[in-house]
């Protein structure tokens, strides 16, 4: 095989992958909420893939990835997932691949970064919103405190989703290396 059905290959055994996690998630915890949140599984793919492949493949990764999941999941605005998951992909493949070896570690704060730009994007959406209108006049502490307690809450429960996801896409990785 050359080189390009191999990347062929690879990205659709990385989607099958995804989409075998997706089902189980939904299979598994269907929409039960634990803290007041529900597990989030879309940036822990996006980020096991990006810390595991080449700043240009997890871009392109981050931008696909992202416009699939702007299409099926709502948000606030156009695009959230997709701006924010080529800069988390960006950051990954970029800042954090120089600071740790490729491993459960580099994938843990690989999620961690994902998440805190996702919030970011939609916590800045929100705060908009509520400046603009006047709806909800609240100091500015109480809000980055409660923006953090969520955040924090978000994160460490997605982050246990990190369990099947990385040996799950560790697997395809392995079988299709550069």
């Not at 990006?50 to 605005?77: K, Q």
């Not at 923006?147 to 994160?155: N, V």
Request: hydrophobic residues 60%.
């Amino acid at each position: 095989m050359n080189l390009t059905q191999t990347t062929a290959l690879k990205w659709t055994f990385y989607a099958l992958a995804a989409a075998a996690l997706f089902f189980l998630r939904r299979l598994l915890l269907g929409s039960m909420t634990f803290f007041g949140v529900i597990p989030f599984l879309p940036p822990v793919i996006l980020a096991v893939m990006a810390s595991f492949e080449l700043p240009r493949s997890s871009v392109i990764a981050g931008i696909v990835f992202g416009a699939l999941c702007d299409l099926v999941i709502p948000a606030p605005f156009a695009c959230l997932y997709t701006i924010a998951f080529t800069l988390a992909a960006l950051l990954i493949s970029t800042v954090v691949s120089n600071l740790l070896q490729q491993g459960f570690a580099r994938a843990l704060l690989s999620t961690v970064l994902t998440f805190l730009l996702v919030d970011f994007f939609l916590r800045l959406k929100q705060q908009w919103t509520l400046q603009a209108f006047a709806l909800l006049p609240r100091s500015g502490s109480t809000a980055i405190l409660s923006m953090l307690h969520l955040f924090a809450r978000e994160t460490a429960l997605s982050c246990l989703l990190l369990a099947p996801v990385y040996p799950a896409l560790r697997a395809v990785r392995r079988a299709f290396p550069d």
